[in-house]
């Protein structure tokens, strides 16, 4: 994993916006971590219009899979203590801060938005933890050398679970232990999935209807029976 992102004026500007109008809230759910999330004054649509670059901010809301994921581990600490963790697709982070509380040796959260870095890196301050933000798309090659990849929310389009679910076969030949936070999406694997544990939390976009069902799930070989 060699695509850190090193500091710079993007990266300097997308810290700054985030820490002047994402104000710093605890976790539905999560009372032990707090993050910078959007609210109604956050300005993300002035930002993106001003910035070419900025993309979808999924990075500044809760997503179901992530809220889970990042409880299991917390309420499991032994699923990670001591392990190399890799939160892939982070966003805010919240699973690789997770992890790292729960006791992971290193962990690595890696995203394609330099928006997402940012914001990895000033949750992971806000909570005092060591999280190392990677900007690149890690499903185009090999697993790096981890023992755990966590996964949430990355089931959400057809051709990303797709490649999603390659790379994660590759990560089951080399002995990585994958696992997965999602609220029953349409593109989850679902028959390669053992559930582990199911919590009912809001979802991006779905946060006025009321919390839903979110399952933790290990993703395994399509020869087990």
Request: glycine fraction near 10%; include cysteine; aromatic fraction near 8%.
């Amino acid at each position: 994993m060699s695509h850190n992102l090193e500091s710079g004026p993007g990266l300097d500007g997308a810290r700054q916006f985030i820490t002047t109008n994402l104000p710093i809230l605890p976790v539905p759910g999560i009372p032990e971590i707090r993050l910078h999330k959007a609210g109604p004054h956050s300005g993300l649509r002035h930002l993106a219009e001003r910035d070419p670059q900025f993309g979808s901010p999924y990075w500044a809301h809760y997503w179901g899979g992530g809220l889970v994921l990042a409880r299991y581990l917390l309420d499991r600490p032994e699923t990670v203590a001591c392990c190399r963790v890799l939160d892939l697709g982070a966003g805010s982070g919240i699973v690789g801060i997770a992890a790292a509380k729960a006791g992971a040796a290193d962990v690595h959260a890696a995203d394609i938005d330099p928006y997402a870095i940012a914001a990895i890196g000033l949750n992971a301050a806000l909570n005092d933890v060591a999280v190392q933000p990677v900007l690149s798309d890690l499903t185009t090659g090999e697993p790096p050398a981890v023992d755990v990849v966590c996964i949430g929310d990355l089931f959400y389009e057809a051709a990303l679970a797709k490649r999603v679910t390659a790379f994660l076969d590759r990560c089951l030949v080399q002995g990585t232990v994958v696992l997965i936070g999602d609220p029953w999406r349409a593109h989850l694997p679902a028959s390669r999935l053992r559930l582990l544990a199911e919590y009912a939390v809001p979802d991006f976009g779905e946060n006025a209807a009321g919390p839903r069902p979110s399952g933790v799930f290990a993703f395994e070989s399509s020869m087990s029976p």
